[in-house]
């Protein structure tokens, strides 16, 4: 995975085809295996990559009405 990242995606049978390019897997069912765990470990690297950037923005938010109070405060 390390070397050939770039070569996966989401879709288990094109993860299937570029592990046929980088391996040989001469068993089908641990091919099967191999492309279906790098599938779902690249489709939860995508989801926790949007959770942190959902976080970042919600702290953004925070900060942003955190300072509107606070200018509102001295105003009153």
Known sequence: MALH???FGTDFAQNKKALDE???VRS???KNEIAG???TYIKR???EQKDK???AMQETSSADETEELQAEEILN
């Open 53 to 55: 950037e959902a976080q």
């Open 37 to 39: 765990y790098i599938t």
């Open 5 to 7: 990242k770039a070569k």
């Open 45 to 47: 690297e995508i989801e």
């Open 22 to 24: 980088i391996a040989i």
């Open 28 to 30: 089908k069912g641990l």
